[in-house]
């Protein structure tokens, strides 16, 4: 297993921003607001002589009131660790809060590396020192923004790890878990991987930053699981940081293998479930729809969810339909079931001989559109590698997007194949006086 660092600290002292620096891409939202980062983030680097490590994102520790629950996900990041990287800012000095979250960690007995942020000034390279009142196991000079002092980091980090490993571990299966704010996405989550992973609240918009909990089993394949914030029209994000984080969930949707699209079955299919489940499908994502709320509905809702539904199984070709209950965990076993059936066709491999012995009988049964008295004729298929499923047909013209034949095609292979929920591509191609059958 890799070496886990939790980074730590004040609201708005750069630990995304660090976070990002570390990881070598944008996943943590960086803002000048405090308390953007909400969840705890979790991304992997490498670092010289102790090979792969897991690095933790948090929420700002602060005194006070915790009515979201942010300081016990904190606290549950650093039991998790190996060690800390405690963010302070060098522009503002050492301050009582400081002091304060620094009895915090001492508490849980891991090293502590004091990341003094912000010091591209010549005030806080000055007057640094004062932060080795804190008494921690190392301390460096750096600015996250900047990169500067990141080697520095990298050394200090070192000293106080344990081997990480010398390479990544297999990928599992990526599955962005999408839907509407306050849809019931991370209690979802939770239920999944049977324990509080990502911060749960009825708050709408809880959930800003995407958080990837790995989950693995015994009887199947491990699925990479990505809760991502609530996505809502452009016309009703609110704050600078919502928006980015609309942004990033989308972007979630590009990575992820697969979809669950949670939707609140008590308020039935709404526009806002089609819009989300048409991003998914164009960009080649195979799903399943979890209906979370399932113990709320009366006979009224559930006639408006029903009424609803045929849009939404439309769109995304007849996907498997999970009725849960994330609160009572009612349901929620039919998930990772669906979600194994899916993922196998989503990389279905037809051979050739297979795949043109089903186009024929396809055409053969439906007479193929002629064109200024000439008929569409199939000559051979193939499938192209990747995923989903793509078929490139060879003819002796192409069919236009959207033509009525290529549209019979695509609901007829996908019925032969079994591919509900997957985006079955097809590419057809024209090839003039070409043979019946596949090339030799």
């Known amino acids: 297993m890799p070496a886990a660092v939790a980074i730590v600290g004040r609201p708005n002292v750069g630990k995304s921003t660090l976070f990002n620096r570390l990881i070598g891409r944008r996943q943590a939202i960086v803002h000048g607001t405090p308390g953007v980062t ?19 994102d948090t929420g700002g520790l602060a005194p006070g009131d915790d009515t979201l629950g942010l300081n016990a996900q904190v606290e549950f990041a650093i039991e998790e660790s190996d060690a800390l990287l405690f963010v302070v800012d060098g522009r503002e000095g050492l301050g009582a809060a400081d002091e304060q979250v620094m009895e915090r960690l001492r508490g849980h007995g891991r090293p502590i590396v004091v990341v003094v942020n912000k010091s591209d000034t010549r005030a806080a390279r000055e007057g640094y ?19 500067m002092g990141l080697g520095d980091l990298h050394d200090e980090l070192s000293a106080h790890l344990p081997d990480a490993g010398d390479a990544l571990e297999p990928e599992a299966s ?4 999408v839907g509407r704010p306050n849809v019931g996405k991370s209690s979802l989550i939770n239920r999944l991987l049977g324990s509080e992973r990502t911060l749960v609240s009825p708050i709408a918009g809880t959930t800003r930053d995407p958080i990837d909990s790995l989950l693995q089993r015994a009887d199947g394949p491990d699925y990479l699981l990505v809760d991502t914030a609530g996505i809502r029209r452009r016309s009703q994000v609110q704050d600078a940081p919502e928006e980015l984080a609309v942004m990033l969930a989308q972007r979630q949707i590009e990575r992820a293998e697969l979809v669950v699209l949670v939707i609140d079955a008590s308020l039935g299919i709404t526009t806002g479930d089609l819009a989300i489940a048409d991003a998914a499908w ?13 113990d709320l509905l009366d006979e009224e809702r559930r006639d408006r969810l029903e009424g609803g539904w045929e849009r939404l199984a439309e769109l995304f070709a007849r996907p498997s339909r999970v009725n849960v209950s994330a609160l009572t965990g009612r349901g929620v076993g039919g998930i990772l079931p669906a979600l194994d059936r899916v993922r196998e066709r989503h990389a279905l491999r037809i051979p050739t001989s297979e795949l043109n012995r089903m186009v024929h009988r396809i055409v053969a049964r439906h007479q193929p559109p002629a064109e200024r008295g000439r008929p569409w004729r199939f000559f051979y298929a193939a499938q192209v590698h990747g995923t989903p499923p793509t078929f490139l047909l060879f003819a002796n013209r192409r069919l236009k997007r959207g033509h009525t034949y290529r549209k019979y095609l695509e609901n007829q292979l996908r019925r032969a194949f079994d591919l509900d929920g997957v985006p079955l591509r097809l590419v057809v191609r024209e090839r003039r006086g070409g043979a019946e059958s596949p090339p030799g």
């Open 38 to 56: 909400r969840d705890r983030l979790v991304g992997r680097f490498e670092l010289e002589r102790r090979g792969v490590v897991e690095l933790v």
């Open 129 to 147: 020192q004062e932060f080795y009142a804190l008494g921690a196991d190392g301390l460096v000079l750096m600015s996250a923004e900047h990169g």
């Open 282 to 294: 164009r960009a080649g994502r195979s799903s399943i729809i979890a209906c979370n709320k399932w």
């Open 174 to 177: 990526g599955v962005a878990v």
